[in-house]
């Protein structure tokens, strides 16, 4: 009883604190409109409106925040994505509790130009979609509260408005040659924040330790936030260790509060330390005392030594760590950047169960919900600025890139995860301006380095391809595409070490390909007899295109997830015996949109991810989790492939991905052997069979065992043994029914009824009735037009309670049709 009553206090005085906590700062998700052009003046987003007068329009779409302009239209097959104004607008009550305190809008991030106004007021403006900002409000929202209408028309509210602009700009970064959306929109939290007179801006808290782990020291700044100038303030601070254990307090006078401050310089013997496997933060606790008021807050810090072994590896305190990497883009299906927390958290967490330590973070500074997640799952981080292809512009273009710079550093300065920042990507690809300098690029990319080591020098810098500034940089990656967009995938060791030798700390970012989900292969190998081998992997300009040029897997291949996972199997293979290898980073995690790849399976999708824009995982999520992980586990190839295909009496090939000792595998109730797991015994670490399938109905089953565990996986399937010959028609069939969300399949069949199963034909999806189709998706499932996969393609389609039909038309077809 005792237990219950204290578990019952203790979630009160959580929901006091966190009622305290929601007083200064809440997230202003809720009652927005949203207007996907632009106005003619800010009086249109605030003047009164009669019901059917001409100043009820244009009309204005009821949304929540973090909201993308570019939600859907990002993957629609049929139209450029837009970019151009948009408008936010809503009604605020703002009541501040603090005597005179300030109240404050702070924004996570919104793209790319954003105006703020109050009523008719503009009141802040920020260039830059990926960096925090914030904007005072104060004294325009008092002024407006005295006005006759802030009661008779706004009923004692504020009206807010505010003007995104994604709109093509050579003197902005990134660049729209950029393989990724250029988002407009609010698409981080927006938080409406009340603060005293005097408040804290920012907190350096600089954590280090020798890498021995014997001796921590602590340096402490401040920046205060000071609009009226309060001269006198006394800081209390405190050290917490992950237990809840205060380690040390400090309590300093002050007397002069402008600038950044130095607060606190203390020593401690061997530091709990921040590893990847065991991500242990200490808190640093704060209150700030003047005569106004007071103001708390905390920082999250953690203890690491990091060092990247010149010509050599990467250490973590002092021992060597292989960076097991990915990337990254604010990205998802049906709401573009606007991620939630829960999706963010879901995505991160996704990767770490992967086995992931490690990160960058592609092409911009991301959510702060994402490095706050970083530091508690143990992910390191290499963050960038998003200066990224184009070239190099005027001084408008570079006090943007030097402005973004200082503010990522600054903002994240505290997070333990960060290892490098990034200064740049691709900025060896020009396009953007009739000059491409490379002397000037060099002269600009020394300066960002510098500024870099002088805002933090406990940091490397890095880039990735551009080599002729390799040498600028603490950390280089060039870009090796290994059996994708050069040579074979075999050519991968060979082609790092010639590339290591040339850089002082080498870092593979970037490397993989693409894979359209779904779509299985019996023989993906078969395009790489045509390619040249033993010669530089590197990208060049021209490879990504699907036209022209030399033979190449990314072009000539056929985007199976059989070929990609034998490519992801005979990188991790290679990479467990290179010993002076820091790391790499597979492009990227998840498929995410671009505009410059409308040709692509998906269109407007980058294909490349271990899982769907919507986190569906393909098959070679599952060979990462075997070579990085711990936690026994087990995965048959094949789960997403209903028909395989091949001669009666034929043996093919099974793979079984496992990061167990040893598995059996079952045909139909049948064993065919035991074998053990050996990471160089090409594909699968040795856990393949030869079987004998019958045709028709088969089911494979694998029992894996690792110490006294025991996993265990299966898969069914069909084995068509009838040839076939080009695709002459389709057949269209409802498969599946979820509540009021019907699944239909088209699969493609020659002129003998045998399906095609290597078909790739473009199919178009389209509904006309109650129904709507789920799509703009950007995923094999969720796109209305897409390349079939095994000759099939299968899209959602919300039924409204109602009646539909549905269509699939396909270049030489004829169009079929189904009643929902």
């Not at 601070?237 to 509060?257: F, Q, R, W, Y």
């Not at 920082?299 to 305190?317: A, T």
């Not at 494979?700 to 043994?721: C, S, W």
């Not at 999806?765 to 796109?783: A, E, M, R, V």
């Amino acid at each position: 009883m005792f237990k219950n009553n204290k578990y019952i206090i203790l979630i009160i005085l959580l929901f006091i604190s966190f009622l305290a906590n929601a007083q200064r700062s809440v997230r202003l998700n809720n009652n927005w409109e949203f207007l996907k052009h632009d106005l003619g003046g800010i009086w249109e987003a605030v003047r009164p409106v009669g019901v059917g007068n001409p100043e009820a329009v244009p009309l204005w779409q009821q949304v929540n925040l973090p909201h993308c302009v570019n939600a859907e239209e990002a993957v629609d097959p049929d139209v450029n994505y837009y970019q151009g104004p948009a408008w936010y607008r809503t009604q605020l009550a703002v009541s501040n509790p603090y005597q005179k305190g300030r109240t404050i809008l702070h924004f996570e991030g919104a793209g790319q130009k954003t105006e703020v106004y109050v009523y008719t007021t503009k009141v802040g403006t920020h260039l830059g979609g990926y960096d925090e900002w914030t904007v005072d409000i104060t004294d325009a929202v008092e002024a407006f509260k005295k006005t006759d209408v802030f009661n008779k028309q706004f009923k004692g509210k504020v009206p807010v408005s505010i003007r995104t602009d994604n709109s093509r700009d050579l003197e902005m970064i990134p660049s729209d040659l950029s393989d990724f959306n250029v988002y407009g929109g609010i698409y981080r939290y927006l938080n409406l924040v009340y603060v005293p007179v005097l408040s804290v801006d920012k907190v350096f808290a600089k954590a280090s330790v020798d890498s021995l782990g014997r001796q921590g020291e602590l340096n402490v700044r401040t920046r205060f936030y000071n609009p009226l100038s309060i001269r006198d303030a006394t800081v209390q601070l405190k050290l917490i260790d992950p237990t809840g254990k205060i380690v040390s307090k400090s309590e300093k006078k002050l007397s002069a509060l402008s600038g950044d401050l130095d607060l606190w310089k203390f020593s401690l013997k061997k530091p709990l330390l921040w590893t990847t496997d065991h991500p242990v933060q200490y808190t640093l606790k704060y209150e700030v005392n003047f005569a106004d008021g007071n103001f708390k807050g905390e920082e999250k810090i953690g203890f690491r030594n990091i060092n990247f072994v010149e010509k050599g590896p990467f250490k973590l305190n002092g021992k060597r760590l292989l960076l097991r990497g990915t990337h990254r883009h604010e990205d998802h299906a049906g709401v573009a950047a606007a991620m939630t927390e829960d999706l963010i958290r879901k995505e991160m967490i996704m990767m770490k169960n992967m086995g992931v330590n490690f990160i960058r973070l592609g092409h911009y500074q991301q959510s702060r919900i994402v490095l706050n997640l970083c530091d508690s799952l143990g992910i390191l981080v290499w963050e960038e600025i998003p200066w990224c292809r184009g070239g190099l512009g005027g001084d408008v273009y570079k006090n943007q890139a030097r402005a973004m710079l200082k503010n990522m550093i600054e903002q994240h300065y505290n997070h333990p995860s960060i290892i490098i920042w990034g200064l740049g990507n691709e900025n060896d690809w020009p396009g953007d301006f009739p000059e491409f300098d490379k002397e000037k690029i060099r002269t600009f990319m020394k300066e960002l380095n510098n500024i870099s080591h002088k805002l933090d020098a406990s940091r490397y810098t890095a880039i990735r391809r551009c080599d002729f500034c390799s040498d600028i940089v603490d950390v280089y990656s060039p870009s090796i595409w290994a059996g994708w967009y050069r040579g074979a995938y075999t050519d991968y060791k060979q082609v790092s070490e010639d590339e290591f030798k040339k850089v002082k700390r080498f870092l593979h970012v970037e490397w993989g390909g693409d894979s359209h989900a779904l779509r299985h292969s019996e023989n993906p190998d078969k395009a790489l007899s045509k390619i040249k081998t033993g010669g530089s992997a590197d990208e060049r300009a021209g490879d990504a295109s699907l036209y022209g040029g030399a033979a190449r897997i990314s072009k000539d291949g056929d985007w199976s997830e059989s070929y990609i996972t034998n490519l992801i199997d005979w990188h991790l293979k290679e990479q467990e015996i290179m010993p002076w290898l820091s790391g790499t980073a597979y492009w990227p995690f998840k498929d995410f949109s671009t505009p410059v790849r409308p040709d692509n399976p998906v269109p407007y999708m980058n294909q490349k991810g271990v899982v769907e824009r919507d986190f569906t995982k393909k098959e070679a999520y599952y060979v990462f989790q075997s070579y990085w992980t711990e936690q026994p586990m087990v995965h048959i190839y094949g789960h997403s492939w209903p028909v395989r295909w091949g001669d009666e009496g034929e043996e093919k090939m099974v793979k079984v991905y496992s990061n167990c000792t040893e598995a059996e595998i079952f045909l139909n109730g049948k064993s065919f052997g035991l074998k053990k797991r050996n990471s160089q015994d090409y594909p699968s670490a040795g856990l393949r069979w030869n079987l004998p399938f019958v045709k028709g109905e088969n089911t494979i089953k694998v029992i894996a065992r690792k110490g006294k565990t025991l996993v265990t996986d299966e898969v069914k399937f069909v084995y068509q043994t009838e040839k076939w010959t080009k695709p002459s028609k389709m057949e269209l069939k409802k498969i599946a029914q979820q509540g009021d969300v019907a699944t239909v399949e088209v699969k493609l069949f020659d002129n003998n009824g045998v399906q095609c199963l290597d078909a790739i034909n473009w199919i178009n999806f389209g509904l006309t009735g109650d129904g709507k189709l789920i799509d703009n998706l950007g995923t094999s499932s969720g796109s209305r037009k897409v390349q079939a996969y095994n000759g099939r393609a299968i899209i959602n389609i919300n039924l409204n309670k109602g009646k539909s039909v549905v269509s699939v038309k396909s270049d030489g077809l004829p169009s079929v049709f189904t009643e929902l």
